[in-house]
């Protein structure tokens, strides 16, 4: 099963900023739909934000909407997604994944929509 690697998971206080990296070397992700959820204790895995494979179309939830901005670097391999203004409410576990079956990220947002995922990384936010 192929796996993709997220790091820059950490604990901030609130309106601090993290940016988390999804990255792997078993694939070109160049060719993929990323996906960004994340997932609090005791509720379900959400999608917070999608790239499509040309970088050129960016979803995002209401919940980050003009706080987080995700972007990619295809020279790297690696997709980032840049958390700005962080809240308590952001704390979560979050979680790359990739999937090629909707590329332009329109109507995949469920978590069983995508096909590899990472390991996750923590954030908490909290003073």
């Known amino acids: 099963q192929l796996q993709l690697v997220e790091s820059g998971g950490g604990l901030v206080q609130p309106g601090e900023s993290l940016t988390l990296s999804c990255t792997t070397s078993e694939f070109d992700l160049g060719h993929y739909a990323i996906g960004w959820f994340r997932q609090a204790p005791g509720k379900e895995r959400e999608r917070v934000s999608c790239?499509?494979?040309?970088?050129?179309?960016?979803h995002y939830a209401n919940s980050v909407k003009a706080r987080f901005t995700l972007f990619r670097d295809d020279a790297k391999n690696t997709v980032f997604l840049q958390m700005n203004s962080l809240k308590p409410e952001d704390t979560a576990v979050y979680y790359c994944?990739?999937?090629?079956?909707?590329?332009?990220?329109?109507?995949?947002?469920?978590?069983?929509?995508?096909?590899?995922w990472g390991q996750g990384t923590q954030v908490t936010v909290s003073s």
């Open positions: 994944a990739a999937q090629h079956q909707d590329p332009f990220c329109t109507d995949y947002v469920r978590a069983d929509d995508y096909d590899y």
């Open positions: 790239i499509s494979f040309n970088g050129g179309d960016t």
